[in-house]
């Protein structure tokens, strides 16, 4: 597992046409990439909703987000378990 480091870097990102200081203790370029990726969802929420506020296609775009984190922690689970049980009948 990668090391985090300690100290606090502060990082200039565009997303959907507004600036941003993002805070953290990750690379820049790792901070840049998520901010570009949000940028994208967000993004593409408005070119099929191009009426819709920009709060509602955050909103839009944080749904989509968690819905893409969940189905890749329900993916992640499913592994370990096949791993677990490949390990317990390599065992027995």
């Given at each position: 597992?990668?090391?985090?480091?300690?100290?606090?870097?502060?990082?200039?990102?565009?997303?959907?046409?507004?600036d941003y200081v993002v805070k953290g203790t990750e690379d820049p370029e790792y901070?840049?990439?998520?901010?570009?990726?949000?940028?994208?969802?967000?993004?593409?929420?408005?070119?099929?909703?191009?009426?819709?506020?920009?709060?509602?296609?955050?909103?839009?775009?944080?749904?989509?987000?968690?819905?893409?984190?969940?189905?890749?922690?329900?993916?992640?689970?499913?592994?370990?378990?096949?791993?677990?049980?490949?390990?317990?009948?390599?065992?027995?």
């Amino acid at each position: 597992m990668k090391e985090r480091k300690s100290e606090f870097t502060r990082v200039n990102v565009k997303i959907f046409g507004e600036d941003y200081v993002v805070k953290g203790t990750e690379d820049p370029e790792y901070i840049q990439m998520l901010a570009a990726y949000v940028d994208r969802k967000m993004q593409g929420i408005s070119q099929k909703m191009p009426s819709l506020p920009a709060t509602k296609v955050a909103v839009l775009a944080a749904l989509n987000l968690a819905d893409e984190l969940s189905k890749l922690q329900e993916d992640y689970d499913e592994l370990v378990k096949k791993l677990e049980e490949g390990k317990t009948s390599r065992m027995g």
